[in-house]
C-alpha cells in the first residue's frame, strides 16, 4: 500500500534530482535559466551617480528620474555589456541611479561613456534684472562702490532639452557640405519648439551642449513640424558620435558619479572558488559531526541536508536571484543552522527514549515538543533579514534573502522531510 | 547535571569583564571606520612584475603622483592595498596610467570609490536597521511568552532576550575596537551586518533556552522544585542542544574564514566570535540573570 508519507518522499525525491540537474552549471538547467552572478564573482562594475535635479521643478522630477535610468540603459546597451542593472534610488532628497555592469573589460571607458553624455538645451535671450556693482566718485573724492540694477540680455533655458529628442539624424550642408545634425522631437518636444520659435521670431535661439553653446541661430520664422537642424562647427566625427548619443537619448538632468566599486574579474573567479570549496568541506564536516554524534538519526539528517542544498540553490535559480558573495556566504551559513532544528528534535526524541518510550513515539514526542523553540526561534530569525533586506544596500540585501530562504526551506527539509524519513524508515525495519 | 545556577554570580562576573573590556574598548580606541562610512578610495592592484617593493610604489605615489595616501600594505599574494581619500574617475585613470609607465602593467583586482555622503547614509541606515531589529525581537518574545507570567512576568523575558543580546553583540565589537586599535582592521558594512546576524543567533539561542523554562514551568512541579531549581534543569536539557548547535555553525564558520575568500574574513570572524558568545550567554547568562532578577526566590 502506498502511504502518504511514502508518496511525499517520493515526490521530494524527484524533485530533489530535478533540481540537481537544473542547479549543475554548464548543463541541462542553463537552457532554461543560467545562473546569475553577481559583480563581485564575475568581476565588474558598481556605479552610482548623483543626479542633479536643482533645475527640475519636484513634481516633474521623479519623471525624469525614470527618463534617465530609460536612457543609461540604452546608453549601456550600446556597450554590449551583458544584462546592465540600472535603478534609481531616492534617499532624503537626493536622487541616485545605480549602475551595475557585469564582466565589463574597460570600466574607465564605459564610465566615461556614461559621464560624458549631451546635456542638451534650448535657450533663448531674455531681458533680466541683474545687480552690476558701479563706482561713483564723490565730491569729496571718496570712492563709493554700489550695486545698481540694470537689464541685461542672457539666455535663459527653455523647457525644451534633450529630453525631447526622438531622434537625430547626420547630415551635410548642401552649400558648404559642413557635417549638421536633424534633430527630430517628439510630440511634445515638437511643441515647446515651435512655441519658442513663434515667441523669438527675429532673435536668436541657443542650443546648448554640455553648457556651451554650440549654435545660435536668428530664428526667421516659427518652426512647426518638429524638427532642428543643428550647424555648429562639428568636424565628422564629433557629429558622428553626437549623433550617436542623441539617439541614445539626451540626458533630462545632469549626473556625477559619486561612487565606484569595481572588481576585477580575477578577485571575483577565486573567490568565488575558494567559498564553494569552504562551503564544500563546512557541509562534510557538518555532516560527519550530525553522524558520529546521532548515528542513526544523524544519517537522515545528512540526507535532509543534502536535499535542502539543492532545493534552496533550485529556489534562487529559480526565481532569478543573483549570487554574489555575500549571498554564498549565507547560504553556507545556513547550512550550519539548517541542522538546528534536526538537533532540537532530536535531543528530545533521545530524552523521551531515555525516559522509557518506544522509538516511534519518541521520535513523534520528539517532533512535536521541539516545534515551539523552532518556530519561535526561527521568526526571530526572519525578522532579523526582513529588517536587513528593507533597510540595506545591495549587496547586504543578497545575504538577507539567502538568510530568509534558507530558513524557510530547512523548516521544510529538516521537520516534513526528516520526519518522513523517520516514519517510513524506521515503521519498517520494526516490522 | 550541571548547577549553573547555584554559580550563577561566577558567570555574571566573568560576562560582566567581558562587556566593561569591550566597553572601555569602545570608549577608549573606537572603531577604525573603513571608506565604506567616511568616503575614500580603496584600490588592490597586482603587478605582473613581482619586483614591486612597498617602499618603491608609496614613494612614487607620493613624490610624483602627489597623491596623499592614508595607507599601502602588501598581502600574501603580492597584491598592494592603496587607501586614498575621494578621487574622481579621470584622477584614477591619469594615477593609473602614472603607476603603469613607471612599474609596468598591472592587473587593478579591486577599485573603490566611495562618496562622504554616501558613508553617512550608510551608518544612519545602519544604526535604524539595528533599533528595529531590537524593538521587533523585543516584542515578538514578549508576545511569544505573554501566556508565562508566573513566577516571572513575560516582559523579563524580553527584557533579558535583549540584555543578552547586547552582550553578544558588545563582545565582538570590543574585539574589533582592540583588533582596530592594534592592527588597523577596519569596519565595513559587512560588520554591521555580522552584528545584526549575532544578534538574530543570540535571540535564537536565549529563546531555546527560556522555551524549556516555559514548558517545564507548565509540567513541571514549580512549587516542589523551586523556580532556580526549575531553570537549571530547563538549561541542562537544553545543553547539548546549545553546544551542538552552536559546534555545527562554528564548523561551517572556521571552514569560511580558512578557506573562503579572503574579502569575507573580518565578516566570518565576527559572526564567528558572536557565535560562541552567543552560546555562552544563552547558558551562562540569560537563565541565571532571570533567576537572579527573582532574587532566587521560591
Known amino acids: 500500500m502506498f502511504s502518504k508519507k511514502l508518496a511525499l518522499l517520493l515526490s521530494v525525491f524527484v524533485i530533489t534530482i530535478v533540481s540537481v540537474f537544473f542547479v549543475t552549471p554548464d548543463y541541462l538547467g542553463d537552457k532554461f535559466r543560467p545562473w546569475r552572478l553577481g559583480l563581485d564573482l564575475v568581476g565588474g562594475s558598481h556605479l552610482v551617480y548623483e543626479v542633479d535635479m536643482s533645475q527640475v521643478e519636484s513634481i516633474d522630477r521623479d519623471g525624469v528620474l525614470s527618463g534617465l535610468r530609460d536612457v543609461i540603459e540604452r546608453r549601456v546597451n550600446l556597450f554590449g555589456v551583458s544584462e546592465p542593472q540600472i535603478y534609481t534610488a531616492k534617499s532624503d532628497d537626493s536622487y541616485r541611479l545605480v549602475v551595475e555592469l557585469a564582466g565589463i573589460k574597460d570600466v574607465g571607458q564605459a564610465i566615461n561613456q556614461i559621464g560624458e553624455t549631451p546635456f542638451l538645451v534650448f535657450a533663448e535671450i531674455k531681458t533680466v534684472q541683474v545687480n552690476q556693482q558701479a563706482q561713483f566718485q564723490l565730491d569729496n573724492g571718496e570712492v563709493l562702490n554700489q550695486d545698481v540694477p540694470i537689464e541685461s540680455e542672457q539666455y535663459v533655458p527653455t523647457d525644451l532639452n534633450g529630453g525631447h529628442v526622438k531622434v537625430a539624424r547626420l547630415s551635410f550642408n548642401q552649400v558648404t557640405g559642413a557635417p549638421e545634425i536633424t534633430l527630430g522631437f517628439n510630440t511634445e518636444g515638437a511643441g515647446l519648439f515651435e512655441e519658442i520659435t513663434a515667441r523669438n521670431v527675429g532673435k536668436k535661439v541657443a542650443i546648448f551642449l554640455d553648457g556651451e553653446i554650440i549654435s545660435d541661430p536668428v530664428v526667421n520664422e516659427a518652426i512647426s513640424g518638429g524638427t532642428a537642424l543643428i550647424s555648429g562647427q562639428f568636424t565628422l566625427e564629433d557629429a558622428k558620435t553626437l549623433v550617436e548619443r542623441f539617439n541614445a537619448g539626451a540626458l533630462p538632468a545632469p549626473i556625477t558619479l559619486i561612487s565606484q566599486q569595481t572588481v576585477g574579474a580575477t578577485l571575483g573567479e577565486s573567490s568565488l572558488r575558494t567559498t564553494l570549496i569552504a562551503g564544500l568541506i563546512g557541509t562534510l564536516l557538518v555532516m560527519v559531526f550530525m553522524i558520529m554524534y546521532y548515528k542513526k538519526l544523524g544519517i537522515f539528517a545528512s540526507v535532509a541536508l543534502l536535499i535542502y542544498i539543492v532545493l534552496l540553490l533550485a529556489v534562487f535559480k529559480l526565481f532569478g536571484i543573483t549570487m554574489t558573495l555575500a549571498g554564498i556566504a549565507g547560504i553556507i551559513l545556513t547550512i550550519g543552522m539548517a541542522v538546528d532544528a534536526n538537533i532540537l528534535i532530536f535531543e528530545r526524541t533521545n530524552e523521551e527514549l531515555s525516559s522509557g518510550g518506544s522509538v516511534l513515539n519518541s521520535i513523534q514526542a520528539g517532533f512535536s515538543r521541539a516545534w515551539p523553540s523552532i518556530r519561535d526561534s526561527n521568526i526571530t530569525t526572519i525578522i532579523t533579514s526582513l529588517i536587513l533586506y528593507t533597510f540595506t544596500s545591495s549587496f547586504v540585501k543578497g545575504f538577507a534573502l539567502s538568510l530568509l530562504f534558507g530558513i524557510l526551506v530547512s523548516m521544510f527539509t529538516a521537520i516534513t522531510v526528516t520526519k518522513s524519513f523517520l516514519e517510513v524508515f524506521i515503521k519498517e525495519k520494526s516490522k | ?298
Open chain 2, 1 to 298: 547535571m550541571i548547577n549553573i545556577i547555584s554559580k550563577r554570580k561566577i558567570f555574571l562576573t566573568f560576562s560582566g569583564l567581558l562587556v566593561a573590556i569591550s566597553l572601555i574598548g569602545l570608549i577608549a580606541f573606537g572603531l577604525q571606520r573603513g571608506i565604506d562610512f567616511t568616503g575614500g578610495t580603496l584600490w588592490q592592484i597586482q603587478f605582473e612584475e613581482t619586483s614591486v617593493t612597498q617602499e618603491a610604489l608609496s614613494d612614487f605615489v607620493t613624490s610624483e603622483l602627489s597623491l596623499s595616501y592614508s595607507k599601502i600594505s602588501q598581502d600574501d599574494s603580492g597584491a598592494f592595498f592603496l587607501k586614498l581619500g575621494e578621487i574622481t574617475e579621470a584622477d584614477h585613470q591619469s594615477y593609473s596610467q602614472g603607476i603603469r609607465s613607471e612599474f609596468g602593467n598591472f592587473n587593478e583586482l579591486r577599485f573603490e570609490s566611495i562618496g562622504a555622503t554616501i558613508g553617512k547614509e550608510l551608518s544612519q541606515k545602519a544604526i535604524w536597521a539595528f533599533i528595529i531589529n531590537l524593538i521587533a525581537i523585543a516584542l515578538y518574545v514578549a508576545y511569544a511568552f505573554r501566556e508565562v507570567s508566573y513566577p516571572v512576568s513575560s516582559w523579563k523575558y524580553a527584557v533579558i532576550t535583549i540584555v543578552t543580546l547586547f552582550h553578544d553583540a558588545i563582545i565582538p565589537i570590543g574585539v574589533f575596537t582592540f583588533l582596530g586599535y592594534f592592527m588597523g582592521v577596519e569596519i565595513d558594512t559587512n560588520f554591521i551586518v555580522a552584528i545584526l546576524v549575532v544578534v538574530g543567533f543570540s535571540v535564537h539561542d536565549t529563546i531555546v533556552v527560556f522555551d524549556r523554562i516555559r514548558e517545564n514551568i507548565k509540567v513541571k512541579n514549580l512549587n516542589k522544585l523551586g523556580f532556580p531549581e526549575l531553570v537549571n534543569q530547563s538549561v541542562n536539557e537544553t545543553f547539548a542542544r546549545s553546544i551542538n548547535t552552536s559546534l555545527t555553525l562554528v564548523v561551517v564558520l572556521v571552514a569560511l574564514y580558512v578557506l573562503g575568500a579572503s574579502s569575507l574574513g573580518y565578516f566570518i570572524l565576527a559572526i564567528l566570535i558572536g557565535t560562541i558568545t552567543g552560546t555562552y550567554s544563552s547558558i551562562f547568562l540569560a537563565s541565571p540573570l532571570l533567576v537572579a532578577w527573582q532574587g532566587g526566590r521560591k
